[in-house]
T-cell receptor
Framework: AQSVTQLDSQVPVFEEAPVELRCNYSSSVSVYLFWYVQYPNQGLQLLLKYLSGSTLVESINGFEAEFNKSQTSFHLRKPSVHISDTAEYFC?????????????FGTGTLLAVQP | DGGITQSPKYLFRKEGQNVTLSCEQNLNHDAMYWYRQDPGQGLRLIYYSQIVNDFQKGDIAEGYSVSREKKESFPLTVTSAQKNPTAFYLCASNGVTNTQYFGPGTRLTVL
């Protein structure tokens, strides 16, 4: 079985500062990893995903995440945040080829960007 | 445009009432999911369906029911047996490589 831990429930940061949202996972098999973003009263939007290949994955709006198998982590980073990045971010894991294709979600990290 | 729609956006339920939340997708996905979201608890899986006419309980199925008569539709009924139904409900469908795509959500409030 898989599990996901997001260590920070809330991360306050000033505009134009760098940010890292932490995600650690537990699994006895290989995994797919995902980051989703949720704006207030909206559904989740896929931000980026790691399936295989290059361990560094990027999104179109400047976020990146690096899959680190030895540390079982998939931390999300952005070198310079904007006010519009304020949202809740969820890390998720699934097992490729599994019978149910279920995603296991972390409890979320609220990124609060201050001017 | 391909996507997932949920209706209504806001729903109010009286004590003892059953209510049904709609979820439709035109992505031609086989698998669909219902999640419940409460503040500080992330997403919890209620029910999922991998194919038409088949569905399985998730982690918190008590007080809920579903049907999957068509590939495009996966409605969720919140029954009177669900004692604390106030929450944000999200529907999703599963594309290739386990990538799930979400609808905009329905906020259910008990009066």
């Amino acid at each position: 079985a898989q599990s996901v831990t997001q260590l920070d429930s809330q991360v306050p940061v000033f505009e134009e500062a760098p940010v890292e949202l932490r995600c650690n996972y537990s699994s006895s098999v290989s995994v797919y990893l995902f980051w989703y973003v949720q704006y207030p009263n909206q559904g989740l939007q896929l931000l980026l995903k790691y399936l295989s290949g290059s361990t560094l994955v990027e999104s179109i709006n400047g976020f990146e995440a690096e899959f680190n198998k030895s540390q079982t982590s998939f931390h999300l980073r952005k070198p310079s945040v904007h006010i519009s990045d304020t949202a809740e971010y969820f890390c998720a894991v699934s097992a490729p080829g599994g019978a149910t294709n279920k995603l296991i979600f972390g409890t979320g990290t609220l990124l609060a960007v201050q001017p | 445009d391909g996507g997932i729609t949920q209706s209504p956006k806001y729903l109010f339920r009286k004590e003892g009432q059953n209510v049904t939340l709609s979820c439709e997708q035109n992505l031609n996905h086989d698998a669909m999911y219902w999640y419940r979201q409460d503040p500080g608890q992330g997403l919890r899986l209620i029910y999922y369906s991998q194919i038409v006419n088949d569905f399985q309980k998730g982690d918190i199925a008590e007080g809920y029911s579903v049907s999957r008569e068509k590939k495009e539709s996966f409605p969720l009924t919140v029954t009177s047996a669900q004692k604390n139904p106030t929450a944000f409900y999200l529907c999703a469908s599963n594309g290739v490589t386990n990538t799930q795509y979400f609808g905009p959500g329905t906020r259910l409030t008990v009066l």
